[in-house]
């Protein structure tokens, strides 16, 4: 498989009144095309921290990343912005939909920024709403969804721009058990059919044991996790 992410001896630290507070101590990880990476921890570890690092939304105090061989710290913020919206999807606890705009809307604003004209932008994303199930939900503003519902055009709206690597920072947190699994089970199939790699931290260890790989971030490093 081709690697995607290649990063080395990451180090991050916080200053916090008198104390330098250690997130990340030369952390080490490779994520290969269309894999599923689980990451799991303790909370205040330092798992957000990272997913933004590697989605390029941080950069790291120390260390290198690559993507595909291409240095990023080579990058300037500009072409690092570029780099995010051609390759990166994220997802959050929280879906962070505009209020004031349709479902569809949501999701076509990416690719308008983009510079996608409004008729193609329009097409990707009734596809894209149709895989998620919410065809029928395309002009309902966020309020009237459901917790699950919002969070499916989250996803959608991460996946407008066909990114090769989508990264979600506790995704299913904010929802039910049921609505959780619904969109668990939604991420695997867009994983399979769509072949974008999965990264997701993530408290639940239910989630996680369906991952292929799975890495315990703790003392500011990566490590092998099994389930018993």
Sequence with gaps: MTELFVAQGLKKSFVEGDREIIVLQGLDLVIQEQERLAIVGESGVGKSTLLHILGTLDRPGEGRLFYQ???LAMLQDDQLSQFRNQEIGFIFQF??????FS????IILPALIRGWSWEKARGGAMELLKEVGLQDRANHPPGKLSGGEQQRVAVARALIL?????IADEPTGDLDPHTAGEVEELLFQLNEKKGVALVVA???W???RRFERKMELREGRLFPKEFQ
């Design 69 to 71: 061989g291409r240095d």
């Design 95 to 100: 879906h962070y939909l505009l209020p004031d």
């Design 103 to 106: 479902a569809l809307e949501n």
């Design 162 to 166: 066909a990114p090769r690597v989508l």
């Design 202 to 204: 993530t408290h639940n």
């Design 206 to 208: 239910q989630f996680a």
